[in-house]
C-alpha cells in the first residue's frame, strides 16, 4: 500500500504528479507562472502550495512532492475534531458571546443574539422572522399549515 494517495479524487486538489512536476520545474529554476501554465492551474495554487510544504533545509526552503503530499493527506484526513471541543478559549468566547456576557473595549455589553430556539433537531429562528415566515407561508400558499423542512444533519421538523 502507498504511504502518499496517488490521485486527486477531483480536479480541485494537487494530484501526487502534480506535486512531482512542480517539485522537478522548481529544481530546474522555473517560475511559479511558467509552472502553472505548464500544468494548467491557478499561479496562486501553485505559490500557495510551495508556501505550505516547503521544507527547510540546509537554510533555504526545498520542495518534496512525496512530504507535501503527506503534509496534504495529513490535512484532509476526517473526522477532524471540532474548534469548540479543542480550543477552550474559542469556546468560552462563544458561549460568553451567546449569553450576552461579552463587553467591548469601553465596557459596552454586547447583546448575545436575538435567537428563539425551536427544537433539538430544528433551526434557531431570529424573532424577527416569525413575520417573513408567516408571509411567506401566505405568498406559497401555505397559510394555516404547518410545513415541513429538514435542518441538514437531524430528522425532518415540523413548524
Same mark, same amino acid.
Given at each position: 500500500?502507498?504511504?502518499?494517495?496517488?490521485?486527486?479524487?477531483?480536479?480541485?486538489?494537487?494530484?501526487?504528479?502534480?506535486?512531482?512536476?512542480?517539485?522537478?520545474?522548481?529544481?530546474?529554476?522555473?517560475?511559479?507562472?511558467?509552472?502553472?501554465?505548464?500544468?494548467?492551474?491557478?499561479?496562486?495554487?501553485?505559490?500557495?502550495?510551495?508556501?505550505?510544504?516547503?521544507?527547510?533545509?540546509?537554510?533555504?526552503?526545498?520542495?518534496?512532492?512525496?512530504?507535501?503530499?503527506?503534509?496534504?493527506?495529513?490535512?484532509?484526513?476526517?473526522?477532524?475534531?471540532? !474548534?469548540?471541543?479543542?480550543?477552550?478559549?474559542?469556546?468560552?468566547?462563544?458561549?460568553?458571546?451567546?449569553?450576552?456576557?461579552?463587553?467591548?473595549?469601553?465596557?459596552?455589553?454586547?447583546?448575545?443574539?436575538?435567537?428563539?430556539?425551536?427544537?433539538?433537531?430544528?433551526?434557531?429562528?431570529?424573532?424577527?422572522?416569525?413575520?417573513?415566515?408567516?408571509?411567506?407561508?401566505?405568498?406559497?400558499?401555505?397559510?394555516?399549515?404547518?410545513?415541513?423542512?429538514?435542518?441538514?444533519?437531524?430528522? !425532518?421538523?415540523?413548524?
Amino acid at each position: 500500500m502507498p504511504t502518499v494517495t496517488q490521485a486527486s479524487l477531483s480536479g480541485r486538489y494537487l494530484t501526487f504528479a502534480e506535486r512531482e512536476e512542480i517539485a522537478l520545474s522548481r529544481a530546474t529554476g522555473c517560475g511559479v507562472r511558467e509552472i502553472a501554465r505548464q500544468l494548467s492551474r491557478s499561479p496562486s495554487t501553485i505559490s500557495r502550495e510551495l508556501r505550505r510544504n516547503a521544507a527547510t533545509r540546509g537554510g533555504h526552503l526545498d520542495y518534496r512532492a512525496s512530504t507535501a503530499q503527506w503534509h496534504a493527506d495529513l490535512r484532509a484526513r476526517r473526522p477532524k475534531p471540532a !474548534k469548540l471541543a479543542v480550543n477552550s478559549e474559542l469556546r468560552r468566547y462563544v458561549q460568553d458571546r451567546l449569553s450576552g456576557v461579552v463587553e467591548r473595549s469601553d465596557g459596552i455589553a454586547v447583546a448575545g443574539p436575538d435567537v428563539r430556539w425551536v427544537g433539538r433537531w430544528r433551526r434557531a429562528v431570529p424573532a424577527h422572522d416569525d413575520e417573513a415566515e408567516a408571509s411567506l407561508r401566505v405568498a406559497n400558499g401555505l397559510a394555516g399549515r404547518r410545513v415541513t423542512f429538514a435542518s441538514g444533519s437531524g430528522p !425532518k421538523g415540523v413548524m
